[in-house]
């Protein structure tokens, strides 16, 4: 179970990591947390910059400076237009290093990026970057995605039963105090394919298939009810196929605002591999997306 006391959030300053940035105020806002807000001068540009210009260039601190002032006005309408306690903080080097350091040294509960971004976060979001960054922490990441308006409304938590499913809903939970849950389950008819060319008629799979979804929603109800939730504050949702595109779609279908998943999955051969479905949903999702990076013992 997390509790939000340190939101650590990465801006490059582009106006798509400016969304990022506003949603982490929201969410310092709504739980109490101090929102600490994180620009890195990426150590290797700096390095190229040195090399042409000379070490010590009146450009290169032109560029810190100019960097630490939008910084600071960030952090300080951030503080005003959300009510939210906001530090600033600056630093150059590796990017993702910085990142985990930060993040350790703040002990931040959450991480928050931006899906896009004008600079290092576009970078940073896009291929095996962003799967880079989930491999190293165990922290959750929140990747925003919409222009945030409002509190997370509906929020569909994808379920497989692994340890990693209940960290998942726990910083649901967290990040989204007053959504309503969608509790997803995705089942697939193992050997189908093989079950018919052995000769198994469509009515026996038909009723395998019935079983295998009933079986699916008795696991759903229970889980919810081991968590603590209450009926009005979850609905359930089983569905058949591959759960990276049913994810996908049944968030649209629901209208959700927020998609929350374990960083692993009943696949897992380590901590050093990332799951497929937390891949494909993070290059083809549309919503903010919260990905949990702990299991249960």
């Not at 928050?112 to 959750?140: D, I, K, N, S």
Request: hydrophobic share 45%.
């Amino acid at each position: 179970m997390i509790h939000l006391a340190s939101i650590l959030a990465a801006t490059d300053l582009s106006a798509p990591s400016r969304l990022a940035a506003d949603r982490a105020a929201r969410l310092a806002h709504e739980t109490g947390a101090t929102l600490h807000l994180l620009h890195v001068l990426p150590g290797g540009a700096l390095q190229e910059l040195r090399q042409w210009l000379g070490a010590g260039h009146a450009a290169e601190n032109q560029l810190q400076e100019d960097a630490r002032r939008e910084l600071h006005e960030l952090a300080a309408r951030l503080q005003t237009m959300r009510h939210a306690a906001v530090s600033p903080e600056a630093a150059s080097g590796p990017v993702l290093d910085e990142i985990g350091r930060h993040a350790e040294r703040l002990d931040a509960q959450l991480l928050v990026l931006g899906a896009r971004g004008a600079g290092y976060l576009r970078r940073l979001m896009v291929g095996t970057t962003a799967e880079r960054l989930l491999r190293r922490t165990t922290r959750p990441v929140l990747v925003v995605r919409q222009t945030p308006h409002e509190p997370y409304r509906q929020a569909l938590v994808a379920l497989d039963f692994s340890p990693w499913s209940a960290p998942s809903l726990s910083a649901a939970r967290h990040v989204a105090p007053h959504a309503h849950l969608v509790l997803m389950s995705a089942f697939q008819i193992p050997f189908e394919d093989k079950l018919r060319f052995a000769g198994v008629d469509d009515r026996t799979i038909g009723e395998y298939r019935q079983q295998a979804r009933l079986d699916a929603a008795a696991r759903l109800d229970a889980f919810a009810q081991d968590s603590g939730l209450k009926p009005g504050q979850w609905t359930p949702c089983v569905v058949e196929g591959e759960a990276s595109l049913r994810i996908v779609e049944q968030a649209q279908e629901h209208e959700c605002d927020l998609v929350v998943l374990g960083k692993h999955g009943q696949s897992a051969a380590e901590d050093l591999l990332l799951g497929s479905v937390t891949k494909h949903v993070l290059a083809e999702g549309s919503t903010d997306l919260l990905v949990s990076g702990t299991r249960q013992p």
